[in-house]
């Protein structure tokens, strides 16, 4: 068949607006097989939730994440963060557990590492009560131990105006502190941003690391009478040993708290750190803190 310039002109052109036309279909076939491979945003049963990736600090999700809640035992996190900072720190140097500590538990019906008068403890331990069991006789221990002043109020004082400089040096500006362990007097607060970054803060610290992903431990201690005894501890965050890759951090709870958790976990290089203030219950938060977990390594 005879075809003259012509008509190859116009063959041409039939195949360009063809291949043309291909191209689009194509792309948009790509396009939608991208927006489809795209992680959906989990659903969270707590009023807030946060999560970053912890090497480049980047917004991985975000629920409220700015909104100032009570913050329960995560308040915690800053107490290990300020002890962990003090120049010359000798984590091995002993705390002789005092009576008050004890009574205050007792007053408050707080949660205990169970510290026995007259015991004497490492700093290091008294870090393993803190976080494990969230003994709030542990972190009374060490506010009296880093704050400075002739009285235990003085020092217990101290070490809470330690936390809020600490919260300042971070740039956080809707965290706020007025107790050693969460039990506040009305203006003990956070936001699931601002914790997240507490704790991103506090996992530079190699001990804070190695106790936060610690399932148990038990730890020999002096007696008053120089002998010795061991304590045990259990962590609280389920987390731990039930889903892949958790290496921390810390549960709360309380009257208005309800339900807290700060996590973080690692898989392939790739570590995710979040927080999820005032969930339901026990389940919720741990669930959600999973969805969001999830979330982050799909980003």
């Not at 005092?98 to 707080?110: L, R, T």
């Amino acid at each position: 068949m005879n075809i003259g310039i012509k008509g190859i002109s116009r063959v041409s052109a039939t195949a360009t607006v063809a291949l043309t036309a291909g191209a689009v279909i194509a792309g948009g076939a790509f396009a939608s097989q991208a927006q489809a491979a795209a992680p959906k945003p989990p659903t969270l049963v707590a009023k807030g939730g946060y999560v970053m990736n912890n090497g480049t600090g980047k917004s991985l999700f975000s629920k409220a994440a700015d909104t100032r809640r009570s913050t329960g035992s995560t308040t915690k996190i800053m107490t290990a963060r300020v002890v962990l900072a003090t120049k010359g720190l000798n984590l091995d140097s002993k705390v002789t557990v005092q009576k008050a500590y004890s009574d205050y538990i007792v007053s408050k019906g707080a949660s205990s590492a169970r510290l026995i008068v007259g015991d004497k403890v490492t700093v290091r331990q008294l870090l393993y009560g803190l976080m494990l069991p969230s003994g709030c006789d542990a972190a009374y221990a060490l506010a009296d131990k880093f704050g400075s002043g002739s009285t235990r109020a003085a020092r217990v004082k101290s070490f809470i105006g330690k936390m809020n400089s600490t919260a300042k040096t971070l740039g956080l500006k809707n965290t706020h502190f007025d107790s050693f362990d969460g039990i506040g007097n009305g203006s003990n607060y956070s936001t699931p941003k601002d914790l997240t970054k507490i704790a991103s803060s506090a996992m530079k610290y190699s001990t804070f690391r190695s106790v936060v992903k610690t399932k148990s431990t038990k730890q020999k201690v002096t007696t008053k009478s120089g002998g010795y005894r061991y304590m045990s501890w259990t962590n609280t965050n389920k987390l731990l040993g039930s889903y892949s890759g958790a290496i921390g951090v810390k549960t709360g709870s309380g009257p208005s708290a309800k339900y807290c958790l700060v996590f973080a976990a690692t898989r392939k290089g790739k570590t995710v750190i979040g927080t999820v203030l005032t969930a339901t219950s026990e389940s919720t938060r741990t669930a959600d803190a999973k969805k969001l977990m999830d979330y982050g390594f799909k980003k």
